[in-house]
């Protein structure tokens, strides 16, 4: 390899992963004086909110049904930019002001485009992560104090060693009341979304072969079961969305299925617009398809293990932890497990709750690599309690506060300023933190 196709950069705080949690903490640790690395290998920021995907940004207040709930801080700062110039919310130009908003930053450097590819570990320490950008053909050494896995799928802690969980806890566990008897690998599905527009005049669709039918399937046998009128009916769930698409097409499986997930999703977005526009009258005559995503939406994968696990009983019981920095609402909605194939069940099971429930900091840094946190949807949680987040990822991200040194959060690990992070992983163990010190972390929260 030539000596210049390698680069060795260091800094105090590296997140790894661009979508919004990933973007609120590296933003958050910056305006906190750490000299900050963003890691995205996509070419846009925003994760399950960015233009590939184009998830809408919602959370706690459960689409606007729960009063005084909202996500504030450098998340809402987000959103009030992108409204003040983006009302029609063309998703160019909100990946464009999630761009200019970490290019601002002068103590943030952005690698979009960039690949974690391995880890170096020393004695349960993130010492530096090996990168790869695509588009300059450049390897890249990066080396910091504190490590963020904001992934998604937990691939730094899952490189790293870091314990974690895949899957659903049996019931016995955590005594969740919704939780199976027997734990299972069972993952809430992957999800592609399509946007239709109204053209004002008919326009025909033809199908094409790349293409799954859910409706009357013939002898082709796109799929081994039939599903009844009655079955298919469920189908019509939340209405027709022809300018969104419908988030009940997914497809669950495991990380190593992803690409097979894609492909399959995008023949049955195909097979659903043959059925909308040529199954019926849907009322969707003047439409046209513009848009599918190539990029499938995850909803839920690997958990990275804290000091503490946050549970469904957590949730339903508005627990107020004493260490708590960030909040949340939405509530515990669990997806069929055969996503859109399993025809004998709606797509998602939802159990609704009063008020709010908050989030301690012992779910945001693992409990076996020193100076790695978490963010977003692999925080500490169970399969049930994640049910919760996985339409509000950008509510956790990491608490850093006002004054903080955020290079040296503990300098002997994250751990150092909960009070007793070791033991029972359900146990509230955060008394010892201040009063004064929770306040401020709950004004500084730049996800909520």
């Not at 005084?68 to 009302?87: H, P, S, V």
């Not at 995503?293 to 958990?303: A, K, T, W």
């Not at 100076?371 to 956790?396: E, F, H, Y």
């Not at 029972?424 to 401020?440: E, H, K, L, V």
Request: proline content about 3%; aromatic content about 10%.
């Amino acid at each position: 390899m030539k000596a210049d196709e390698r680069k060795t950069v260091n800094y105090d705080v590296v997140v790894i992963g661009g979508g919004l949690s990933g973007i609120c903490a590296a933003i958050a640790s910056a305006r906190n004086g750490a000299k900050t690395a963003l890691v995205q290998e996509r070419p846009v920021l925003g994760g399950n909110a960015s233009e590939e995907i184009r998830m809408h940004v919602c959370g706690a207040s459960c689409n606007m049904t729960k009063d005084d709930a909202e996500e504030t801080g450098i998340l809402q700062e987000l959103q009030l930019e992108n409204k003040r110039i983006n009302d029609s919310y063309n998703y160019s130009l909100w990946s464009s002001i999630l761009l200019w908003k970490v290019k601002e930053e002068p103590n943030l450097t952005l690698y979009l485009n960039t690949t974690m590819y391995d880890v170096n570990l020393q004695n349960n320490s993130i010492c530096n992560v090996y990168c790869y950008q695509m588009t300059t053909e450049l390897h890249l050494d990066i080396h910091a104090d504190i490590f963020i896995d904001a992934t998604g799928n937990g691939t730094l802690g899952y490189m790293s060693g870091a314990e974690y969980r895949f899957g659903s806890e049996s019931k016995a566990e955590f005594l969740e009341p919704h939780a199976p008897e027997k734990a299972d690998r069972n993952v809430m599905g992957n999800t592609l979304l399509f946007k239709a527009d109204d053209r004002g005049h008919p326009v025909k669709y033809r199908k094409h072969g790349n293409t799954r039918s859910l409706y009357n399937i013939g002898e082709n046998g796109d799929i081994a079961q039939t599903a009844s009128a009655a079955k298919a009916g469920r189908k019509d769930f939340d209405a027709y969305c022809l300018d969104y698409g419908y988030w009940w097409i997914e497809i669950p499986g495991e990380i190593s299925q992803y690409e097979d997930i894609r492909d399959e999703l995008t023949r049955y977005v195909y097979g659903v617009w043959d059925h909308i526009k040529n199954g019926g009258d849907h009322g969707a005559e003047n439409f046209d398809l513009l848009w599918v995503g190539s990029l499938p939406g995850v909803r839920e994968s690997r958990r990275l293990v804290g000091d503490y696990i946050l549970t469904e009983n957590d949730v339903l019981s508005n627990r107020m932890f004493s260490d708590a920095v960030a909040y949340g609402g939405w509530p515990i909605d669990v997806h069929t497990p055969g996503g859109i194939l399993d025809f004998d069940r709606l797509p998602n099971f939802v159990y609704n709750f009063p008020g709010f429930y908050t989030i301690p900091y012992r779910c945001f840094y693992s409990r076996n690599i020193d100076n790695m946190l978490m963010a977003g949807r692999n925080i500490s949680a169970t399969k049930i309690g994640t049910g919760r987040n996985s339409r509000c990822g950008g509510d956790v991200g990491i608490p850093f506060t006002e004054g903080d040194d955020a290079g040296g959060v503990g300098r002997g690990g994250p751990g150092n300023i909960a009070s007793d992070g070791g033991g029972d992983p359900t146990a509230d163990r955060g008394g010892g933190m201040s009063a004064c010190f929770i306040q401020r972390k709950m004004r500084s929260l730049f996800i909520l």
